[in-house]
């Protein structure tokens, strides 16, 4: 069983900055790609950005490019996701998961966290 927690959301100003963590654990976490989504009011969940426990190659969605950064601290099996050029359409309930990195790609995962808020301002 693998369980993923997030934080680190909350209120911040157009332009503003703010990191995101997701704690993981399971004895097979390992195994997983972890990624990061976001669901805006009224709107279907959507891919973040993904990265791999092992290597490098982090993936994202074209809307974040440039402005977020997923990375991931394995000896405290935490995934950060630093968000920076904050937009009032960034805003949504972020959530933290454990998948294949494929199918994350897609909008898919095994294990989801419960998800924490972003809220932007104008």
């Known amino acids: 069983q693998v369980q993923v927690v997030e934080s680190g959301g909350g209120l911040v100003q157009a332009g503003g900055s703010l990191r995101l963590s997701c704690a993981a654990s399971g004895r097979t976490i390992v195994s997983y790609a972890m990624g990061w989504f976001r669901q805006a009011p009224g709107k279907e969940r959507e891919f973040v950005a993904s990265?791999?426990?092992?290597?490098?190659?982090?993936y994202y969605a074209d809307s974040v490019k440039g402005r977020f950064t997923i990375s991931r601290d394995n000896a405290k099996n935490t995934v950060y996701l630093q968000m920076n050029s904050l937009q009032p359409d960034d805003t949504a309930l972020y959530y933290c998961?454990?998948?294949?990195?494929?199918?994350?790609?897609?909008?898919?995962?095994?294990?989801w966290g419960q998800g924490t808020q972003v809220t932007v301002s104008s």
């Open positions: 990265i791999p426990w092992g290597g490098t190659s982090t």
């Open positions: 998961a454990a998948g294949d990195r494929i199918s994350m790609r897609a909008g898919h995962a095994e294990y």
